[in-house]
């Protein structure tokens, strides 16, 4: 559905409703700033908000599914396409609420929700600059733009302040606080003087806020074009210590004898912003702020050496496992960023030109699909100010990536596992399932990688015939067919 015919279609509930409906927040700041690519639209009914969505529901007959939130009086309208797989592409997504005003007691992590005027509505918003309404008419939208708090002036001055007092406003939802510093990033603003102390004097009630909606919200500043201008707004003001201390942990610089190491907060977030310019994938820009999360907890000073951060890719492995529970992201999201961070340091092993084709192979193998991703991790790694530095370390990524399909193309590694399979194993060997099985299995797969056997089945299966009996001999009884 274009816009022309979606707000068609909602005024026609308009008049049969006899209710005022508005598009508000941050619809309205992008029609004002240039923007037209839009996603999500909001509206808000001078009445029930859900009560009109199902109107809405029930007289538009195209593709899409509505998602009521009763306890907010809000409901949710999802346009979407069938693609040929069979799976949907979503479209636009609107949100209906009715006008409403809520705020979060000390300690609850549910608001309060109060049915109130527009401009009461518009009040208990976020920033001035998203505390304007539009009408919508028949025509499409009023020219008028409803902005009882200056929000047009601020859009200018590329300022973002609070309606209210920023301390209220923040008190009310203290998602708001990293809100602000995600905006900044996005919209390239600045926040107001007294509304950035305002965020510092309230960092702690971001306490009260769920591990869900935290999550989301740092997913949105991840998406922005320069993360790091975000980033360092949620660090200094101290938000950032409440959800992830061990990134805070990453600022400084020690010295010893005079010798002192970068500072990996700093050479972190140039990394997000590197990768930010190379890939749109929000989980990819997290692994980039996740990449050396191991460094503190591995630093060590050693004579004739200096500084050191051995295995800090294991170590960061684990930690990436601890916050992924902490912001309850999926099990499958975890692990994804766990491996890259574990893997991260392996690239740059393999680009001395004695490096056998052995440990390529593994890399291939282990890495799998997110081979590319590993690799684009990499070279956004690479943070030096010295062109020449930057420009040979690039190349030497080039070289690498060509040596890698040459692997592959030699040693057919893109779907690896060995040509003789455990059925056969088993077969062969008179086993069950069980630990023999999968050490025979194993072994013949580290003979293809380390380059002893090609990976095809004759030779591989010869091999089997030399090394089977030596894992047979201490077989369990249990395992026996």
């Known amino acids: 559905m274009n816009q022309k015919t979606l707000f068609k279609t909602i005024h026609n509930v308009v008049e049969k409703e006899r209710v005022d409906v508005y598009v508000v927040g941050g619809y309205v700041r992008d029609l004002l700033l240039g923007i037209t690519k839009k996603k999500d639209i909001d509206f808000v009914v001078v009445g029930s908000g859900l009560e009109f969505a199902k109107k809405f529901d029930e007289i538009y007959d195209g593709e899409g599914s509505l998602v009521e939130f009763p306890d907010f009086d809000t409901a949710r309208y999802v346009f979407t396409k069938e693609l040929e797989d069979g799976s949907k592409e979503k479209l636009l997504e609107i949100e209906f609420a009715g ?201 060590s000073f050693i004579k004739g050496r200096g500084w050191a951060f051995d295995m800090h890719e294991h170590l960061g492995r684990k930690i990436v496992r601890q916050i992924g529970k902490r912001l309850r992201m999926s099990k499958d999201a975890t692990e994804y960023i766990a491996h890259l961070v574990r893997w991260h340091q392996q690239p740059i092993a393999l680009m001395d030109e004695g490096v056998t084709d052995s440990p390529v192979r593994r890399l291939v193998v282990n890495l799998e699909d997110n081979l590319d991703d590993l690799l684009m991790l990499c070279r956004s790694d690479i943070t030096t100010g010295n062109p020449k530095k930057l420009n040979k370390r690039l190349r030497n990524y080039d070289l690498l990536e060509k040596r890698i399909e040459e692997v592959l193309e030699k040693d057919k590694l893109r779907a690896f596992q060995s040509p003789v399979r455990g059925e056969e194993i088993m077969q062969e060997c008179g086993l069950k399932p069980g630990p023999t099985v999968g050490k025979i299995k194993t072994a013949l797969e580290d003979a293809i990688l380390d380059g002893i056997i090609p990976n095809e089945y004759e030779a591989t299966h010869e091999y089997f015939e030399k090394i089977k009996d030596e894992y047979l001999e201490s077989v369990e009884d249990w395992e026996k067919a």
């Open 99 to 299: 006008a409403r005003s809520e705020s979060y007691d000390s300690a609850s992590r549910k608001p309060k929700v109060i049915a109130t005027s527009l401009e009461e509505d518009l009040r208990r918003r976020d920033f001035t600059v998203n505390a304007m309404a539009r009408k919508v008419i028949a025509s499409g939208l009023s020219s008028k733009i409803t902005d009882p708090f200056h929000g047009q002036e601020d859009l200018k001055k590329k300022i973002l302040r609070t309606p209210l007092n920023p301390d209220e406003t923040f008190s009310e939802d203290p998602l708001r606080m990293m809100r602000a510093c995600r905006f900044a990033s996005q919209l390239g603003f600045e926040i107001e003087k007294e509304t950035l102390s305002a965020v510092e004097r309230n960092k702690d009630r971001l306490e009260i806020i769920s591990a869900e909606r935290i999550q989301e919200e740092l997913f949105k500043l991840l998406a922005t074009p320069q993360p790091s201008i975000g980033l360092w707004l949620l660090y200094h003001t101290g938000l950032m210590q409440k959800f992830l201390p061990e990134v805070c942990d990453l600022a400084g610089v020690e010295e010893v004898y005079g010798k002192g190491h970068k500072d990996n907060l700093n050479h972190t977030f140039r990394v997000v912003d590197n990768l930010a310019e190379r890939s749109d994938k929000v989980l990819l820009r997290f692994a980039a702020l996740m990449h050396d999360i191991g460094k503190p907890g591995t630093k």
